[in-house]
């Protein structure tokens, strides 16, 4: 008898290893693909599931009449943020030709969705999710839904209301709860966008069901989808009825090497659904390869000081460690080497580079290694590497399990050094040219859907002392459809002043143009107080001078900034003239490094350009690979009717480091914006440089890269 119930016991214990390996393996290796909407989900329908950490993709989709692009962003595990536009091509964007043309509508919208729950083996994912919160809400919807994987197939099943209620008979449950929650206000006639739309969420008098499933094939790359989709398309945005001639859809994606799925569906019984995704993931992506010099390898000391040669030092450290020194103090037992890392993002292959190059050309007396790393000739903390310890790591005499410290960060101090000091002062070449593309955009206007310039930039720049610099940048526009740009509010009847509206005269007056002009002087008070004052052609539209004051300590996740500015605007030529509108205009501004998934947050407030009055916040995350992506918004005292379409400003941003897609390091960024539209509203001058920016190496995320 015991023997029977052990055998049934274990027979019981082999079946659920089996299902649950059948489970977790098999979500392992699955990738969520996008539904038509943008975002994780099967085609019309929303499920519980995430994008990996980190994922990026670019979604574009068509179903009649509906063409819909998105980009879907997998910031933190538990959270997915789309931002979308909608074109409804039997409908034009407005009645007015002389306006909007022939263009058909555009609608702009932001989902967000919420894990609840992450899968287990008995529990399904759970999560709440809301579609167009940010737009107009032609295609608002809320819901809660339940996705559970059993082998290869994935059962997503739940509740939607808006947009997803459409067609339904069922009623709100919670109407049961309170008799609002029976009536949806929705958006006003004439409302300009923008706005969450927060009084409709989980409101209205029915809810649709959200059921379907998708199943991995055994064909590598190819998944089929299910769902049933109750929407019976006669209550359409703008007007619009279709026929349903079935209500299931069907679909299949094929995931065509690791950045492309292909989609293909038939949806409503009667109409053929087709897209494509891109995508990528800023957490795991490896960085190109690079084609480097090796660190130089180890030699046996036999420098004399005698034989000491500071410039041949300077050129060393500068191609194989990428520190431009400006300063070289030598004594009996050690060195200080002030200068800039231009090179190494990874500050500890940095150290490894610097400490070879050292120990290569210095006595055998020197022991002590100290770097002051600075940026634009500010002093920002130093480096102290220790030669004992660094040379018992690089040349493996470490038992096992023993560790030998020899880098230790802190901020500047003073250099006592003992005995005899040999001072030199690196001459480096005080001006800098340099050539580069530019791009300036703007999507979803009336007039045209994108509008762009592409212009090319002569840069060039000349340090006058260690401090004052003189920097300018000539541009040629070399292709722009900005001619189209007709917005004609004049200064008499706008709302506000028109700080950003111009931007078609300025695009357009003239191909060639000064687009910075500019003094700055950069200085420091003690170790942590940091200030730059400049004045000139400040940016394309604006002139006039202002300056910055930055608190930021060393090591510390938090920053106190203050910039004050007063400028006046240009002439459209972009020339040296001056139009008569001017301004005052600075914000206070704090900042943090979180200790949650490197997520930083920027909060300002102050005087924009149109005078008007309010604040900003900036949300950003930076991805292991040194990927930076944000989103801001700013509110001021501006309405939503003054504002205009879009109600108020905001936009999302993308920062990939150079080295990340080129075979070089390189600490610099290339950087992709995106607004909805150019309006006058929460409007900031764009100042060269930042403060923050310029010391992001004493941070508490840049310091631990010595350490990692």
């Not at 306006?99 to 992450?118: I, M, N, P, T, V």
């Not at 608002?140 to 997803?164: C, H, M, N, P, Q």
């Not at 170790?527 to 539209?541: D, R, V, W």
Request: glycine residues 10%; contains cysteine; proline residues 5%.
């Amino acid at each position: 008898m015991s023997k029977q119930l052990n055998k049934r016991y274990a027979q019981k214990q082999l079946t659920l290893a089996v299902l649950g390996a059948l489970c977790y393996q098999t979500n392992a290796i699955a990738t969520p693909s996008q539904s038509d909407f943008g975002g994780v989900g099967l085609m019309q329908m929303p499920t519980a599931r995430m994008s990996p950490e980190g994922e990026f993709a670019f979604n574009v989709n068509y179903v009649d009449p509906y063409i819909r692009g998105a980009i879907a962003v997998t910031p933190v595990p538990w959270f997915e943020g789309v931002i979308r536009y909608t074109a409804v091509e039997n409908r034009l964007y407005s009645p007015y030709p002389g306006y909007s043309g022939d263009q058909s509508y555009k609608d702009k919208g932001f989902d967000a969705k919420f894990r609840l729950w992450e899968e287990s083996f008995y529990v399904p994912e759970l999560a709440v999710g809301f579609r167009d919160i940010g737009g107009t809400g032609l295609f608002a919807s809320e819901y809660f839904v339940a996705s559970k994987r059993w082998g290869d197939l994935d059962f997503t099943l739940g509740l939607g209301w808006g947009y997803l209620s459409n067609g339904s008979s069922l009623s709100n449950p919670l109407c049961n709860i309170t008799d609002g929650a029976c009536e949806r206000p929705g958006r006003k006639p004439g409302d300009n966008g923008g706005k969450i739309g927060a009084g409709d969420f989980f409101r209205g008098p029915n809810v649709g069901v959200i059921a379907g499933l998708e199943y991995r094939t055994p064909v590598e790359g190819l998944s089929l989808k299910l769902e049933y989709d109750q929407n019976d398309y006669q209550n359409e945005a703008l007007d619009n009825q279709f026929t349903q001639s079935f209500p299931v859809n069907i679909g299949a994606v094929y995931q065509w090497g690791d950045y492309v799925n292909l989609n293909l569906g038939y949806e409503r019984g009667n109409t053929l659904m087709a897209g494509i995704t891109i995508r990528t993931n800023f957490q795991t992506v490896p960085n190109q390869i690079k084609l480097d010099a090796p660190p130089e390898p180890l030699e046996q000391p036999t420098f004399k000081t005698s034989e000491y040669n500071p410039d041949e030092l300077a050129s060393a450290l500068s191609d194989n460690a990428g520190l431009d020194a400006s300063q070289i103090l030598l004594s009996q037992q050690s060195v200080t080497v002030t200068g800039q890392q231009s090179k190494y993002r990874d500050r500890k292959d940095a150290d490894d580079r610097i400490a070879r190059v050292l120990n290569n050309r210095l006595p055998e007396s020197v022991s002590e290694f100290t770097v002051i790393e600075t940026n634009e000739s500010i002093p920002l903390y130093q480096t102290s590497l220790d030669r004992e310890a660094f040379l018992t790591n690089a040349n493996n005499q470490l038992e096992p399990g023993e560790s030998a410290e020899y880098v230790n960060s802190s901020p500047v101090k003073d250099q006592k050094l003992q005995g005899e000091v040999s001072t030199t002062e690196i001459e480096r070449t005080p001006y800098n040219v340099s050539l580069y593309p530019g791009l300036t955009q703007s999507f979803g206007s009336p007039e045209t859907f994108y509008f762009y310039a592409i212009s090319l930039h002569l840069a060039g720049e000349y340090q006058l002392t260690d401090k004052l610099k003189l920097d300018g940048i000539g541009s040629w526009t070399i292709a722009s459809n900005y001619d189209k740009f007709n917005y004609t509010v004049d200064d008499t009847t706008g709302a506000i002043p028109r700080s950003r509206t111009y931007i078609r005269e300025y695009l357009t007056a003239s191909d060639v143009g000064i687009s910075n002009l500019q003094l700055t002087y950069f200085d420091n008070y003690g170790k942590n107080l940091y200030a730059q004052y400049y004045g000139g052609y400040l940016e394309f539209m604006y002139g006039g001078v202002g300056g910055e004051v930055l608190y930021r300590p060393f090591n510390s996740s938090v920053a106190l900034g203050v910039d004050l500015n007063r400028v006046k605007q240009r002439e459209f030529d972009r020339k040296f003239g001056f139009r008569d509108y001017e301004v005052t205009t600075g914000h206070a501004a704090l900042y943090w490094q979180s200790p949650w998934y490197n997520i930083n947050t920027q909060l300002s407030g102050g005087q924009y350009l149109s005078g008007d009055r309010g604040f900003t916040v900036d949300l950003s995350r930076e991805f292991d690979n040194g990927t930076i992506a944000g989103i801001f918004f700013t509110k001021t005292n501006v309405s939503a009717e003054d504002y205009g379409e879009g109600s108020f400003n905001k936009g999302f941003y993308i920062k990939i480091p150079f080295d990340m897609m080129l075979t070089r390091s390189s600490t610099k960024y290339a950087a992709f914006n995106w607004t909805p539209l150019t309006r006058d509203g929460g409007q900031k001058l764009i100042r060269k440089y930042s403060l923050y920016d310029i010391t992001k190496p004493k941070s508490k995320n840049s310091v631990s890269t010595h350490f990692e």
